[in-house]
């Protein structure tokens, strides 16, 4: 473990998942299924101390997240500790809770960016994915408010197959507000996602056009000189080799989950390991020496078709969780890579999408209610 | 070379001991300078022209010769990345 602990790189980014409480409904949130049986959550003291001591082993970009965050009512003291500690600090949020006076108290106490999720461009889909009828024009109001304050400002769209239609809509909305980047991230399949997916995952027609309005509007930006960015996820079930998932598994990311579980991503909790806890364990120990935190560093535990791959040290073997979900073994390749023996499971699901016919109304949407259910069940 | 730049809004610029460099930090993203880029950014404070801030690296980096060159190219990289705005 020592040997492998050198190699290790300082975890560079901070996501500190402070509540797993939100207003909202999304089907495709990442927050774990059972997230309603877990309401413990670390105190104002305990998060200071957790960013203290991340900061002092090198995390630089720090993101407040959730849930949403905005319902910690410690959150301006959280923001001015973090920025006093030398933190670049990003607040991602739906925007529901927010108010002009709460961005400028934020500006004071040190905040460098806001992002705001959207789940659409017009209001009735808006609302509609959100399970929120006041979700829109709240999030408008909050975007103006953002760069009224100065602020620069990200607009985030989780993209699937009810609103992939509506790139050009989305990006001339975006270019409205005066978004300084834009992340049209397609969905991807975990937590109340994979649940969904059915009635999430696009075609690959709905893709390929998505695909090309978005870098015709690119160019159409590059041609005014306009400095708005626009990152497009695209969806690995479509790829036929895996990502580089999280760039390695314990290689820049650690997340810190409401009750004060550390994660290498903001995934990780569905898999089967015995993740530590900052409450319990420093954070040095937790990154370096923690048996979750080693699980699937290096590539000893890779069996094949990874192990053999000329290709392990760029991909990592994808993603662990996806491996999970899909196989049932988060060891084994994740299942996008062709040349993994459950690559049927990701051309299933691609067919199924071709011939999908689920509404809205059809997904499971993130509510307390469901996640009793499912969670019992 | 009259122009003077300084870093956009949403930018910052800073030393990180653990990486033993400075690093340039903006919303969700982190750009590891180089030593010579390091150097450049560190000058740009929205009050010096190009002109000024080539005088100040030229002193502080005798054997490094002459830095117009350098130091111009960099800066329209910077700019040309949105990391920098003429003021």
């Known amino acids: ?377 | 070379m009259e122009q003077i730049p300084r870093l956009r809004r949403g930018f910052r610029f800073q030393w990180e001991p653990v990486q033993n460099s400075h690093v340039l930090l903006y919303p969700e993203g982190m750009v590891k300078l180089n030593d010579s880029a390091g150097a450049i950014l560190a000058e740009v404070d929205g009050a010096r022209s190009v002109q000024l801030i080539i005088a100040s690296l030229e002193q502080k980096y005798p054997e490094a010769g002459p830095l117009a060159a350098d130091v111009e190219a960099f800066l329209a990289e910077a700019i040309r990345q949105h990391w920098i705005e003429w003021l």
């Not at chain 1, 015995?274 to 409450?279: S, Y």
């Not at chain 1, 935190?293 to 890779?302: A, K, Q, T, V």
């Open chain 1, 1 to 377: 473990m020592n040997e492998l602990a050198d190699k290790v790189g300082p975890p560079l980014w901070l996501l500190a998942e402070l509540t797993y409480r939100c207003p909202l409904q999304c089907p495709y949130c990442s927050n774990p299924i059972d997230y309603a049986s877990q309401k413990s959550e670390l105190n104002t003291e305990q998060w200071l101390d957790v960013l203290r001591q991340g900061r002092a082993m090198g995390a630089a970009q720090l993101g407040f997240s959730g849930g949403e965050p905005l319902v910690r009512q410690d959150l301006p003291e959280l923001i001015a500790g973090a920025r006093e500690l030398g933190y670049y600090t990003n607040l991602i949020t739906s925007g529901l809770g927010l108010t002009a006076d709460k961005v400028d108290t934020f500006a004071q106490a040190g905040l460098d960016h806001i992002q705001v999720s959207f789940q659409a461009s017009d209001p009735e889909l808006n609302n509609a994915v959100a399970g929120s009828r006041k979700a829109f024009d709240q999030k408008l109001a909050m975007a103006r408010a953002v760069k009224a304050a100065g602020y620069p400002m990200v607009l985030n769209f989780v993209i699937h197959r009810h609103n992939i239609h509506q790139m050009n809509d989305i990006l001339a909305l975006c270019e409205n507000l005066d978004a300084d980047y834009v992340e049209l991230a397609t969905c991807q399949y975990y937590g109340w996602a994979f649940k969904n997916r059915e009635g999430l995952m696009p075609s690959k027609s709905q893709l390929v056009k998505a695909e090309q309005e978005v870098n015709q509007y690119r160019a159409d930006l590059m041609d005014r000189d306009q400095p708005m960015k626009v990152i497009f996820v695209t969806p690995d079930y479509y790829e036929e080799r895996p990502k580089g998932c999280m760039n390695g598994w314990g290689s820049l990311f650690l997340t810190v989950a409401p009750d004060g579980t550390a994660l290498p991503c903001h995934s990780a909790r569905l898999l089967p390991i015995d993740f530590p806890n900052v409450q319990r364990q420093p954070l040095n120990d937790i990154w370096y020496h923690s048996p979750g935190f080693n699980h699937y560093r290096g590539d000893s535990w890779m069996p094949e078709p990874c192990r053999s791959c000329d290709e392990k040290g760029k991909d990592f073997g994808g993603c662990r969780c996806q491996a999970y979900l899909l196989t049932g073994n988060a060891d084994n390749a994740d299942p996008v890579c062709s040349k993994s023996p459950h690559h049927d499971r990701i051309l299933a699901a691609r067919t199924a999408a071709d011939h999908a016919t689920a509404g809205l109304e059809d997904l499971t949407y993130r509510n307390a209610h469901n996640s009793r259910l499912l969670y019992r069940g």
